[in-house]
């Protein structure tokens, strides 16, 4: 158990007022917000460390230096990575699939071979592959969604083949909050000799994950939506994968011996980051880390369960309401994409603003699959560590309002 009182102490931003009302934020999938102690570290790191890393030898280089290894150290942990070699620092997640497409892709993907998403796949996780099949000759294929919201395994095994070089998936999927069953396409991937790539942006931060365990190739997420500053980010890979292949971006930090015509790489997880890095975001995601496993990912995982045990059967019994993904709700994680009849969800999501409730409407990143399941856009409540009962209901109360609103005008 979590005591979410304590916890919402720790974040600044959500006592504040929009519209004349309380504050209740949801739109945690986007990003989330940062407790006190990830605003200190990043205040603390520019007041009294700020120096580049791995380059210097003054006092404040080593110290910065000592503080972003700490860091990669930590996220190993995290992730349960064999070594922090494996852990190299992006951008996010975003960054991190690029990565892969691009240099591993380059290396393993050729004409005629094949690379496997699926329909629930962010934008992220799905152009980088595109742009790969389209410079190799490949085919880029996409696995089905059952009618109640799930990752269709049965046609996973039609879909993936011994023409399959990569399989690349989302962990939790950011509009169905569906949790996908990554060791079965782990098995099933490695089985037909390709390699499993993890989109892990909406799983990282709100449950266990270990790498090993799924025996995940590469393993991709991002700091900002984990209590952490933006523009820091994971690209997990196994070493021997990493070893095989070419950096992404060249110039300082990642060079061992430069000659005028050809250069060598540093050993990993250097020859990857080039030029200065995000110093400061990895040491704050760093202190993102230690708050969010001092707190335990499986304690935030099961308050995140208890919220939607509470929240999900009050959206399900709106007249008019629909929720995406699956119903059933031992089975739906904290992002919950909704619509209501007759309603645009931008004019949802700016009525929920209006009494204080911040949740997202659009596509949110996921063009092909908004297709698939033939709806062009919907509202989303997306909750987090800092969320309580309370938030719930003022979100059923604003979807009520609204409802009224637009039935039947001002009250
Ligand atoms: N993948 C998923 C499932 C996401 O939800 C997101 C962000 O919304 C991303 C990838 C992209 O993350 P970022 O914008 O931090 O690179």
């Excluded at 240099?103 to 094949?114: I, P």
């Amino acid at each position: 158990m979590i005591n979410v009182e304590n916890i919402r102490q720790q974040f600044p931003i959500l006592f504040q007022e929009v519209n004349d009302e309380p504050l209740v934020y949801l739109d945690n999938a986007a990003t989330t917000q940062k407790p006190q102690a990830v605003l200190d570290k990043l205040a603390y790191y520019y007041e009294h460390d700020n120096a580049n890393v791995h380059r210097g030898v003054h006092t404040l280089a080593e110290r910065a230096t000592k503080e972003y290894e700490a860091a990669r150290e930590k996220v190993r942990r995290l992730i349960g990575a064999n070594e922090t070699a494996e852990i190299l620092f992006t951008r996010g997640t975003t960054t991190s699939l690029n990565w892969v497409a691009k240099s591993y892709g380059d290396l393993a993907v050729g004409a005629g071979d094949e690379i496997v998403i699926s329909y629930m796949e962010h934008h992220s996780n799905i152009i980088p592959w595109q742009q790969l099949a389209q410079r190799k000759g490949a085919v880029l294929k996409y696995i089905d969604i059952t009618a109640d919201g799930y990752l269709d395994l049965e046609n996973a095994k039609k879909q993936i083949t011994d023409k399959t070089k990569i399989v690349s998936i989302a962990h939790v999927s950011n509009v169905l909050g569906v949790i996908n069953p990554i060791s079965e396409l782990t098995v099933l991937a490695h089985q037909h000799g390709a390699i499993m790539v993890v989109d892990g942006a909406q799983a990282v931060p709100h449950m266990p994950v270990n790498v090993q365990e799924l025996d995940a190739d590469f393993y991709a997420f991002s700091g900002h939506k984990m209590c952490g500053p933006t523009g820091i980010g994971v690209l997990y890979g196994k070493r021997a994968l990493l070893e095989k292949m070419e950096p992404v971006e060249f110039g300082g930090e990642m060079i061992d011996f430069v000659n005028l015509q050809d250069s060598t790489w540093k050993e990993l997880p250097w020859k990857f980051e080039a030029g200065t890095p995000n110093i400061a975001g990895a040491i704050a995601l760093g202190a993102a880390v230690d708050y969010l496993t001092d707190i335990g990912l499986e304690n935030i995982h099961q308050h995140e369960a208890d919220l939607v045990a509470y929240v999900l059967p009050k959206l399900q019994a709106i007249e008019g309401l629909t929720v995406y993904g699956p119903q059933k709700i031992e089975d739906h994680t904290g992002v919950i994409a909704f619509n209501l009849e007759g309603l645009h969800p931008h004019d949802v999501a700016t009525a929920l603003d209006m009494e204080g409730v911040a949740v997202r409407a659009g596509h949110h990143c996921a063009q092909p699959l908004l297709k698939y399941i033939d709806v062009p856009a919907t509202a989303r409540a997306s909750f987090y560590l800092y969320n309580t009962k309370a938030d719930a209901d003022r979100l059923i109360e604003a979807i009520l309002a609204t409802k009224e609103f637009f039935q039947h005008g001002p009250i």
